[in-house]
């Protein structure tokens, strides 16, 4: 099992990334997939989780009507489209998967997951 991110960058406040979470040695789409963040300092959180029941998408308040998580299973890559980024979004970010169906595996037991090693994402004032 290997995750690998990238798109992340210097970016303007209000401007607009598109983070990729590249899969291999599983099929991502019959998994759930999480994102987090982590400044540093502070705790890693997650922010977003795509599962495979429904395609229920999840997001952290912080993050709910700015970001969107989708999937490309041809590709079988995981998105985090994030916009009107604010400088309070710089951190690195990861993705990770707990090899289960459900955002609750990989959002909150996290022990298990499988960790990317993460991209960095500035956003300047």
């Known amino acids: 099992v290997q995750l690998v991110e990238s798109g992340g960058g210097l970016v303007q406040s209000g401007g607009s990334l598109r983070l990729s979470c590249s899969a291999s040695?599983?099929?991502?789409?019959?998994?759930?997939i999480g994102w987090f963040r982590q400044i540093p300092g502070k705790e890693r959180e997650g922010i977003s989780c795509?599962?495979?029941?429904?395609?229920?998408?999840d997001y952290e308040d912080s993050v709910k009507g700015r970001f969107t998580i989708s999937r490309d299973s041809a590709k079988n890559t995981v998105y985090l489209q994030m916009n009107s980024l604010k400088p309070e979004d710089t951190a690195v970010y990861y993705c990770?998967?707990?090899?289960?169906?459900?955002?609750?595996?990989?959002?909150?037991?996290?022990?298990?997951?499988?960790w990317g090693k993460g991209t960095l994402v500035t956003v300047s004032s």
């Open positions: 990770a998967t707990g090899l289960s169906f459900d955002c609750y595996y990989v959002m909150v037991l996290t022990d298990g997951n499988h």
């Open positions: 040695g599983f099929t991502a789409d019959i998994y759930a």
């Open positions: 795509i599962s495979t029941r429904d395609g229920q998408r």
